[in-house]
């Protein structure tokens, strides 16, 4: 199931945005359940996943970014149920040379939820002990050169989800074949069966000039625009 949902800036966009579809050059990451893990901040009431901070995590938000703010992206992760596989696995990337792919030099982010660290009882439908865990990328500051729109991709998912992608068997998670690779293994793209896909266009503008702020009063901050994928 696709789920298509996008934000305005208050005041002056307010019932302007318009729906953003991620270009096909992109490809797709689909999923056919959320059970054991979704992109969610559960906790403070919030469906969506990704977040980013210009202030040092003070606060976190989704308003566009201008020239000469750092940047800092969190992935908040959700379980309804435990599960018994090895682990829940979060990846991100930005497509930051705006090529129309994802390729290895977008990563932002990686991280891995190993349920035998965390819940000391399992099982498929078992209520876990700690629901909501974050990942975080690296800080990024942005200079001129970063003037544009960027889509992002984040996705979370299963070890199970990942060996199945490659012809593995239910018992293969635990090897060194899989244990040492996943982050190499989880693509941008693919069927994943279990978890969830956030798909994010970020805009970055330069910074205006200050007859513009007279002009503009207390602030035009564009749209972000944001594509769920279950």
Request: include cysteine; proline fraction near 4%; glycine fraction near 10%.
């Amino acid at each position: 199931m696709k789920k298509l949902a996008f934000l305005a800036s208050l005041p002056l966009m307010l019932g302007a945005a318009s729906a953003y579809a991620i270009p096909a050059s992109y490809g797709t990451a689909t999923h056919d359940t959320t059970a054991w893990q979704e992109l969610a901040d559960a906790p403070n009431g919030d469906s969506y996943g990704v977040s980013w901070t210009t202030d040092g995590g003070a606060s976190w938000g989704r308003n566009d970014l201008t020239v000469g703010q750092t940047v800092q992206f969190k992935f908040n992760v959700h379980k309804q149920n435990v599960g018994t596989h090895y682990a829940d696995l979060m990846k991100a990337w930005i497509d930051w040379d705006q090529n129309g792919v994802f390729d290895a030099s977008d990563e932002i982010a990686y991280g891995e939820h190993k349920l035998d660290d965390f819940e000391h009882v399992q099982g498929m439908w078992q209520a876990p002990t700690n629901p909501d865990f974050s990942f975080f990328s690296s800080e990024y500051t942005l200079t001129n050169s970063d003037v544009g729109d960027f889509w992002l991709r984040a996705i979370v998912t299963c070890t199970h989800s990942i060996t199945n992608m490659y012809g593995g068997s239910w018992g293969d998670q635990w090897t060194p074949t899989y244990t040492g690779n996943y982050q190499n293994l989880m693509t941008p793209t693919g069927h994943y069966y279990q978890g969830e896909t956030e798909e994010w266009k970020i805009s970055v503008h330069s910074v205006p000039e200050p007859t513009t702020f007279a002009l503009l009063g207390l602030g035009l901050v564009g749209l972000v625009a944001r594509k769920r994928v279950k």
